[in-house]
């Protein structure tokens, strides 16, 4: 009999770790009352969260994250075994069928496997594949009139909003449904712009909120005319509100409740000088040694 690896030791623990938060008599109230829907929002939060580990590279906290995000993944099995519908070990099983079934140049018998490593021999190539295999796997589309905002639909389905606005809009463009210059672009900005401050003016909670989407997606077709990936400009941003913050925190000993917003204003352009005093130097060590240093406005 072959002893278990210390990865499924490790796994069977968690399972039943879970098992005991959702076990009715003696389990745990919140666990006990989540849904798949009441967790959705953690999923995202988790794949977010597994994300950032992973730009920061940092492997203590993707290590942490990527626990979370698994955690996750058992619970939802947890849920639909109760409710007899499936379990962990079908879960796996089906990713792991999925992975054999489209990988035919890994695991496909000796002469099979040559050959189609041959026809699927660089990234691109398995990429096509891919997709090629699992469009057979699904059932044909009935005829319709909307071809592409039917596969778009299903695309964007499981994106975060921002990706799934870049999607959209790269398709579009590429099938027609596009301006035709940059100045079209910033036309319809400051359109969108005008009609959120009309909807904000309006106390319409609903109409605002449809406004500020449509002024978000029209900033995305911005990041797209300009090259810039629009999710990695917003990480940014908060990192950069945040890193100042915190200094305007420090500078009041911790407590901004009260305070003016002239006092804090002064405070965060002190902290943005700081920042940039301090990443001097590195953008200096940075510079090619045959660039010469910038030189002072007059």
Not at 68 to 93: M, P, T
Not at 228 to 233: M, N
């Given at each position: 009999?072959?002893?278990?690896?210390?990865?499924?030791?490790?796994?069977?623990?968690?399972?039943?770790?879970?098992?005991?938060?959702?076990?009715?008599q003696n389990g745990c109230p919140w666990d006990l009352e989540q849904t798949h829907a009441s967790l959705a929002p953690y999923v995202l939060e988790e794949a977010h969260e597994v994300a950032d580990a992973i730009r920061h590279g940092d492997d203590q906290h993707l290590r942490e994250e990527l626990g979370d995000l698994l955690l996750q993944v058992v619970l939802h099995?947890?849920?639909?075994?109760?409710?007899?519908?499936?379990?962990?070990?079908?879960?796996?099983?089906?990713?792991?069928?999925?992975?054999?079934?489209?990988?035919?140049?890994?695991?496909?018998?000796?002469?099979?496997?040559?050959?189609?490593?041959?026809?699927?021999?660089?990234?691109?190539?398995?990429?096509?594949?891919?997709?090629?295999?699992?469009?057979?796997?699904?059932?044909?589309?009935?005829?319709?009139?909307?071809?592409?905002?039917?596969?778009?639909?299903?695309?964007?389905?499981?994106?975060?909003?921002?990706?799934?606005?870049?999607?959209?809009?790269?398709?579009?463009?590429?099938?027609?449904?596009?301006?035709?210059?940059?100045?079209?672009?910033?036309?319809?900005?400051?359109?969108?712009?005008?009609?959120?401050?009309?909807?904000?003016?309006?106390?319409?909670?609903?109409?605002?909120?449809?406004?500020?989407?449509?002024?978000?997606?029209?900033?995305?077709?911005?990041?797209?005319?300009?090259?810039?990936?629009?999710?990695?400009?917003?990480?940014?941003?908060?990192?950069?509100?945040?890193?100042?913050?915190?200094?305007?925190?420090?500078?009041?000993?911790?407590?901004?409740?009260?305070?003016?917003?002239?006092?804090?204003?002064?405070?965060?352009?002190?902290?943005?000088?700081?920042?940039?005093?301090?990443?001097?130097?590195?953008?200096?060590?940075?510079?090619?040694?045959?660039?010469?240093?910038?030189?002072?406005?007059?």
């Amino acid at each position: 009999m072959t002893a278990a690896s210390p990865h499924q030791d490790a796994l069977d623990a968690l399972v039943a770790v879970v098992a005991q938060l959702r076990d009715p008599q003696n389990g745990c109230p919140w666990d006990l009352e989540q849904t798949h829907a009441s967790l959705a929002p953690y999923v995202l939060e988790e794949a977010h969260e597994v994300a950032d580990a992973i730009r920061h590279g940092d492997d203590q906290h993707l290590r942490e994250e990527l626990g979370d995000l698994l955690l996750q993944v058992v619970l939802h099995a947890r849920i639909a075994q109760e409710g007899g519908r499936f379990d962990l070990a079908a879960i796996a099983e089906g990713i792991s069928a999925k992975l054999i079934r489209r990988h035919p140049h890994v695991f496909g018998d000796a002469a099979d496997t040559l050959a189609n490593r041959g026809a699927a021999g660089d990234p691109d190539a398995v990429k096509r594949s891919w997709e090629a295999i699992k469009a057979n796997e699904q059932p044909a589309p009935a005829p319709s009139l909307s071809p592409l905002s039917d596969r778009l639909a299903g695309k964007v389905r499981g994106q975060p909003a921002l990706a799934g606005a870049m999607t959209i809009s790269k398709q579009a463009a590429a099938a027609g449904f596009e301006w035709d210059g940059m100045a079209g672009v910033w036309e319809k900005v400051h359109e969108e712009l005008d009609e959120l401050k009309e909807a904000v003016a309006s106390g319409n909670q609903a109409h605002a909120q449809e406004e500020l989407g449509d002024l978000l997606f029209t900033l995305v077709n911005v990041a797209r005319w300009c090259g810039i990936d629009p999710e990695a400009g917003l990480s940014g941003t908060n990192r950069r509100f945040l890193d100042r913050f915190s200094r305007v925190e420090m500078a009041l000993g911790g407590d901004i409740q009260g305070r003016s917003i002239r006092e804090l204003e002064v405070l965060w352009q002190q902290a943005k000088a700081q920042i940039r005093a301090e990443s001097a130097p590195r953008d200096a060590d940075q510079r090619p040694a045959s660039e010469p240093p910038p030189q002072p406005s007059p």
